[in-house]
Structure formats: C-alpha cells, structure tokens
T-cell receptor, first 111, second 112 residues
Framework: KQEVTQIPAALSVPEGENLVLNCSFTDSAIYNLQWFRQDPGKGLTSLLLIQSSQREQTSGRLNASLDKSSGRSTLYIAASQPGDSATYLCAPLGGGFKTIFGAGTRLFVKA | SQTIHQWPATLVQPVGSPLSLECTVEGTSNPNLYWYRQAAGRGLQLLFYSVGIGQISSEVPQNLSASRPQDRQFILSSKKLLLSDSGFYLC???????????FGPGTRLTVL
C-alpha cells in the first residue's frame, strides 16, 4: 500500500527565500507524480506533473524533481512571495491508476 | 479550454437526509472522473472513479454512491447522511489515467 509523507508539515519563511518541500513515497512503482497547491477553502491547483521517465520539471519559479528509485520528490520554490502561501500537496500515481496524496506542507511566506 | 464545475458550493444537511452533489466538465470528451473527500485535518481520500458512462469503481466502502449518467457528468449521492460524511468533496478529471489531474472548486458539506 502506497504511503506518502511530506516534510515539513508546516513552514514559515521571509519573502525572497528559496525553499525546498520534500515528498517521500513507499512504493516506487509509479506512473507519475503531481504537485498541487491548495488555498484555504479552495480546490487543488495543479503545479507540475512529472512522468516516471522524467527527472524534473520546471514552471516559472517552481522546479520539481523525481527520484523514483529512492521514492523521493522535491519541490523547489525560488524567491518566495507572500502569494506563494498555501498548502502544497504531492501525489504519486500508482497501480490501478490510484493517486495517493500526502498530507501536505503548509507554507507561509512573510512579507 | 477545459472547465470543471461543482455545485452546490456549500451544503448543510441534517443527519439521515439524502445527498446529491454534481460535477460537470466542459471542453473535453470521455474524461476519467474522480470523487475525493478531504476531511478536516486529513489528506485527500479517493472515493470513486469512472472511466466512462455507467462505469463506477468504488475505493472506500461507505454509505455513499456515485453515478455517471452522461459523459461529462458525475454525481455523488447518499440515501442517509452520517455525521462522519462531513468534509470537503472534490471532483477531478483527466483525459488519460496517467495524465495530469485537474480539480473542481469543491463542495463543503456539513452534516449536523
């Protein structure tokens, strides 16, 4: 059974700082891994999708890497801004096409 | 472009009452559709997914059911709500099982 852990659970940083969010998963037999952000009371917004054959994906100030063999993914946010404050979720897609979500990292960027 | 709608946005229902939440997708055909629940302080839990009209797979045994009467319509139902059914219900879609998932705005359900 796939288990997904996200570290840290919460993070507070000053504006402008570069930061790394970590995601680990127990079953490396995945098809892809998706990173989402969720604002309070809102749905999930897709940030990046990494296919299992890829090592990383970039979108603007975001860079996500995937090391499938070790069961790890990281989301790197450059030059953080207050608007980046949200909960970030990672979700590997595994057998039976089931996406399993981590509990998320709550990020607060102070102006 | 594709758009996903959910309604109602919020719902307060008494224990034992029925439930019907609706999700519709625009701008795509034959999508895979998903219902998730996010309980307070907990992660997202996959409830149902559908790869086509009338095809429903249930992930968690409970008093909820799902139906897909049309290609781009997905409905979550219950005959009698429980207190434990309270939560944030999210609908999602993708066009292939291993492709990017897109989520709707969600329905906040409170059972009293």
């Amino acid at each position: 059974k796939q288990e997904v852990t996200q570290i840290p659970a919460a993070l507070s940083v000053p504006e402008g700082e570069n930061l790394v969010l970590n995601c680990s998963f127990t079953d490396s037999a995945i098809y892809n891994l998706q990173w989402f952000r969720q604002d309070p009371g809102k749905g999930l917004t897709s940030l990046l999708l990494i296919q299992s054959s890829q090592r990383e994906q970039t979108s603007g100030r975001l860079n996500a890497s995937l090391d499938k063999s070790s069961g790890r993914s990281t989301l790197y946010i450059a030059a953080s801004q207050p608007g980046d404050s949200a909960t970030y979720l990672c979700a590997p897609l595994g057998g039976g096409f089931k996406t399993i979500f981590g509990a998320g990292t709550r990020l607060f960027v102070k102006a | 472009s594709q758009t996903i709608h959910q309604w109602p946005a919020t719902l307060v229902q008494p224990v034992g009452s029925p439930l019907s939440l609706e999700c519709t997708v625009e701008g795509t055909s034959n999508p895979n559709l998903y219902w998730y629940r996010q309980a307070a302080g907990r992660g997202l839990q996959l409830l149902f997914y559908s790869v086509g009209i009338g095809q429903i797979s249930s992930e968690v045994p409970q008093n909820l059911s799902a139906s897909r009467p049309q290609d781009r319509q997905f409905i979550l139902s219950s005959k009698k709500l429980l207190l434990s059914d309270s939560g944030f219900y999210l609908c999602a879609w993708n066009n292939l099982p291993y492709n990017e998932q897109f989520f709707g705005p969600g329905t906040r359900l409170t059972v009293l």
